[in-house]
């Protein structure tokens, strides 16, 4: 995926991009799409479970990792509310790995560990250009419980991704995780999406 | 002597009990009491300067982002002659908002409920269906526009004041600004901020992140022990007591309550530690360790922009961390990448009140403005894996605050006290050129305390 810096923080090389956009989908029900499937339920339970070692075998080491900010706005520039000159996560294999290995140590801010449950829903896939790489657009509705905090933090997510087959399992090789809150309602991003 | 608050809560307590001068304590209560809340806006909050955003995000006429001063929403907007103007994006006709979005470009503001319109300076135009004059019969349009801020633009920053014959910004800054000038002011073309800010909600007072923003540098040590272990400061996890890497620099602080942590790179990261400046010219020793956010080709402009001493001061012992009191964040500090990409992060915070028990936390990531494209993608990275939202250091601060703050309801608990009581003194070092309050050695509790008293001075004010 190819990034590029805005010159200034203006706002108008962001792009109205939503959902799929390989035409060649993969159905409902097909053997990939049901793989696919499956790789996702699996994946949100390594992560609600915590087990970060086989999060990490699901990860391609090329990955792009990022959440643009969403902005509001309105008339003509309505739609373009995607503003990838600013992110919530900025990431790929290497400082993942990282962010893992605190989480293994010193990490406050999920030790004691919050209790997760990602909710993974609406789940489209389509074929990529590349042989065995597939566009994989998600929903994503995580319930986070905190402490003794009776009051759960939540948020939604649109994900889209591109899963890669690699002998016979799949690997991620990106995410763009697209927020619904300009003004995120959860106090911070200490855990994957 | 210290002069009495005359400032008393209606159950009876004075602000002298709750900021307890004598002994340099806080008591926890004032972390989450509604009543104090409500006369910090008027007190703080429309009485003193306020950041709400850069120059580059607003580069054209018409260009706007909105705001917050506390809990006013406000335009802050571009006119036809390049000024920078900041109004209450509140209609003066029912109240509505008037402008529904974050950003953009508009060449006037039309309110959607009645249609009034306002230009970006905030001057009324007038209302639909003008031979009705629905803006009514006898009234001087002059007096329809939208309530006004005054406004500073200092290195680019947007401050604004609803203070108008207040104290000047150069007045607010006091003696901090000749450090503050060596972030802000450097450079031909100073920051930019690389895209509109991450915002989140903390539920925790304002304070809270607030106090801790006037250089409360002890936390680092055991809060983010995972800069630590991760290898990068100074030190190993079995040692950062005894090494405590990053803790000894000199601290600058002023009445105003503004604050920074000056440190020396080789003192706080291990891949630094090597580097001697020993017989090394100024000039040198920025080519050898440029300061965060400065790249080998800016260098000459600093001795332009900069002062001699200004430029000495940064080229050994760069301010990194503080705050500009009330509510915000300076972090301009080393951020050395394991890929060899672009060392830095340059990133301010506003914490802004959202209610006695909710504070919004506004993330801006800057780079130079005259730095490759290539730089500028790595210190966002650096800045976004440090800092904010998912930042691996303030994460923790974020899990922190609204504990702090849950405790301080409980009737045993919210009598309980802040201790600001490991002081240094104000103390000169040998060959320090700047002024202000001066705290060398080990990072203690002067300059927070500094932050009450500045708190103290305004709550007493009416
Ligand atoms: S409230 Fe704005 S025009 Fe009526
Ligand atoms: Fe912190």
Same mark, same amino acid.
């Given at each position: ?14 792009n ?19 793989? %696919? ?18 999060? *990490? ?11 643009? %900010? ?29 962010? %893992? ?12 560990p919050?209790?997760?449950r990602?909710? %993974? *829903? ?7 250009? *590349?042989?065995?790489?597939y ?59 | ?7 008393t809560?209606?159950?009876?307590t ?8 004598e ?16 006369i ?48 209450l994006n ?5 109240g ?45 349009k002059?007096?329809?526009?939208l ?17 108008i ?27 930019e ?44 996890a ?23 942590r ?124 440090a ?30 006290t ?14 320090w ?30």
């Amino acid at each position: 995926m190819t990034w590029k810096t805005q010159s200034t923080a203006s706002l108008d090389s962001t792009n109205i991009l939503r959902g799929l956009t390989s035409l060649k989908r993969v159905p409902l029900g097909s053997p990939v799409y049901n793989a %696919i499937l499956e790789t996702l339920f699996n994946e949100a339970a390594a992560l609600d479970e915590r087990r970060f070692d086989d999060w *990490t075998a699901m990860l391609a080491t090329d990955l792009i990792y990022t959440a643009p %900010i969403r902005l509001t706005r309105t008339g003509p520039t309505r739609d373009r509310d995607v503003m990838r000159s600013m992110f919530h996560f900025d990431d790929d294999y290497n400082s993942i790995l990282m962010r %893992i290995g605190r989480l293994h140590k010193s990490a406050w801010a999920e030790d004691p560990p919050s209790r997760c449950r990602r909710f %993974i *829903t609406n789940v489209r896939v389509a074929e990529c250009g *590349t042989e065995g790489e597939y566009e994989v657009v998600s929903y994503l509705f995580l319930e986070r419980s905190r402490g003794d905090n009776p009051e759960n933090e939540r948020m939604s997510a649109e994900r889209r991704d591109v899963w890669r087959e690699v002998n016979g399992s799949f690997k991620l090789a990106t995410r763009e995780i697209i927020v619904d809150q300009s003004v995120l309602g959860m106090a911070n991003f200490a855990v994957f999406l | 002597m210290l002069q009495k608050s005359s400032l008393t809560l209606s159950d009876g307590t004075k602000l002298d009990d709750l900021i307890i001068r004598e002994s340099n304590e806080v008591s926890l209560r004032v972390m989450s009491d509604k009543e104090l809340y409500d006369i910090e806006m008027e007190r703080v909050f429309a009485k003193t300067w306020l950041l709400l955003a850069h120059d580059t995000e607003i580069p054209n006429s018409g260009d706007f982002v909105v705001r917050d001063m506390a809990e006013d929403n406000v335009i802050i907007a571009r006119d036809r002659e390049g000024n920078v103007n900041v109004s209450l994006n509140v209609c003066p006709h029912r109240g509505m908002r008037v402008c529904t979005a974050e950003a953009g470009n508009k060449p006037i503001h039309q309110c959607i409920y009645h249609g009034w319109a306002f230009k970006p300076d905030g001057d009324f135009i007038g209302a639909p269906v003008e031979r009705e004059k629905m803006h009514g019969n006898d009234v001087d349009k002059k007096t329809l526009g939208l309530k006004k801020a005054r406004v500073h633009v200092y290195g680019g920053l947007i401050f604004a004041t609803w203070n108008i014959d207040g104290p000047s910004f150069d007045e607010f800054l006091g003696d901090s600004k000749y450090y503050f000038d060596q972030l802000f002011c450097r450079t031909d073309s100073g920051l930019e901020l690389l895209g509109p800010p991450q915002r989140f909600i903390v539920p925790c007072n304002w304070k809270i992140p607030g106090e801790q923003s006037a250089s409360d540098g002890f936390h680092t040590l055991t809060l983010h022990r995972s800069l630590m272990e991760g290898g990068i400061m100074g030190g190993t996890a079995e040692s950062i007591y005894d090494q405590a890497p990053g803790m000894y620099g000199v601290d600058i602080s002023c009445p105003q309550g503004h604050s920074l942590r000056c440190l020396e790179a080789a003192q706080t990261f291990k891949m630094f530690s090597d580097i001697s400046f020993e017989g090394k010219s100024v000039e040198e020793r920025l080519n050898m360790l440029p300061p965060p956010g400065i790249t080998p080709e800016l260098i000459p402009q600093l001795f332009k922009n900069l002062s001699a001493d200004q430029v000495e001061q940064l080229a050994t012992i760069p301010p990194q961390v503080g705050g500009i009191f009330p509510n915000i964040l300076v972090l301009f500090i080393f951020a050395p990448r394991m890929d060899g990409g672009s060392s830095g992060a340059l990133a301010l915070h506003t914490y802004v009140p959202r209610g006695p028990d909710k504070v919004e936390f506004v993330n801006f990531i800057f780079a130079e403005k005259d730095v490759p494209e290539q730089v500028k993608r790595d210190m966002l990275q650096n800045s976004v894996q440090a800092s904010g939202t998912s930042g691996t250091i303030e994460q923790d601060d974020a899990d922190v605050w609204p504990q702090i703050m849950r405790n301080s309801r409980g009737a045993a608990s919210k009598t309980m006290t802040l201790k600001y009581k490991a002081l240094h003194g104000h103390e000169r070092p040998e060959g320090w050129k700047g002024d202000g309050l001066l705290y060398p050695g080990f990072t203690k509790d002067d300059t927070q305390w500094n932050w009450w008293l500045a708190y103290h001075k305004l709550m007493s004010e009416a």
